[in-house]
């Protein structure tokens, strides 16, 4: 008598994470809120690492950057390295990134400054409080101070970067921009700004008064918080 061929791994005993996964996304639909960031972090590391154990690469994670915001801001080049991780488990982490972003930016788009002040802080915090160099973005407004476009202006160093008045001015009569706010990071996490900033940011601001364009505040992000030059009596 002939005996059929057992197809692999039919008989054999599912690995102890799928039970675990299947558990985390039905708490996660259930309840978004009730899962830790180590835990959102495992569930979305299962998606590129179906076949592995992810629980120890996401505690790694975690105790390596510090909350699940940290990790998916973390440089693509430093992901891929990580054990564990590759080309692509690194890419899902920096997409979840990019959507983020997109969906804070698009709640700011088009609006007024003034009316969704807290919408534009939070979109300026998940796109610039934790990179590890500076970054210079500027928001220009039109004349009912809503925002029409996004631009990152320059990339500098751990503490550093250069703008050039004469560019802020040339992009802003390109867009036909009645105003504009200033945003850049400060990778140490404190947003006090330095005697450089200050000096700068008044550079700026004359240089677009003299072609009527308004400087409406410059906005300094980091780890422990945000400045508002206008807020703080420096504009």
């Not at 495992?42 to 975690?62: C, G, Q, S």
């Not at 002040?117 to 407004?141: G, H, I, K, S, V």
């Not at 364009?213 to 300094?220: E, K, N, Q, R, S």
């Amino acid at each position: 008598m002939t005996v059929a061929p057992t197809l692999p791994g039919l008989d054999e005993k599912a690995p102890h994470y799928v039970g675990h996964r299947e558990r985390l996304r039905e708490r996660f639909i259930a309840n978004p809120d009730s899962l830790p960031d180590y835990e959102m972090l495992e569930l979305l590391l299962a998606t590129a690492i179906p076949r592995k154990d992810v629980k120890p690469i996401a505690k790694a994670l975690m105790n390596r950057y510090g909350s699940f915001a940290d990790v998916i801001s973390a440089d693509y080049h430093h992901l891929v390295l990580a054990e564990g991780l590759g080309p692509a488990s690194a890419a899902v982490i920096k997409l979840v990134q990019e959507a983020a972003l997109r969906l804070a930016k698009l709640s700011v788009m088009n609006q007024p400054v003034l009316s969704s002040w807290d919408a534009l802080l939070d979109y300026c915090n998940a796109a610039m409080a934790r990179l590890p160099t500076e970054q210079f973005r500027l928001l220009f407004l039109n004349h009912k101070n809503a925002l029409i476009a996004d631009e990152l202006q320059q990339k500098g160093t751990v503490d550093h970067t250069p703008l050039y008045p004469r560019e802020v001015i040339k992009r802003a009569l390109a867009l036909n921009a009645s105003a504009i706010i200033m945003v850049h990071n400060h990778p140490s996490g404190d947003p006090t700004p330095s005697k450089a900033d200050i000096e700068m940011t008044r550079a700026v601001r004359d240089a677009l008064k003299a072609v009527s364009i308004t400087l409406h505040d410059h906005l300094i992000m980091g780890r422990k918080g945000h400045t508002s030059f206008k807020s703080v009596g420096l504009l």
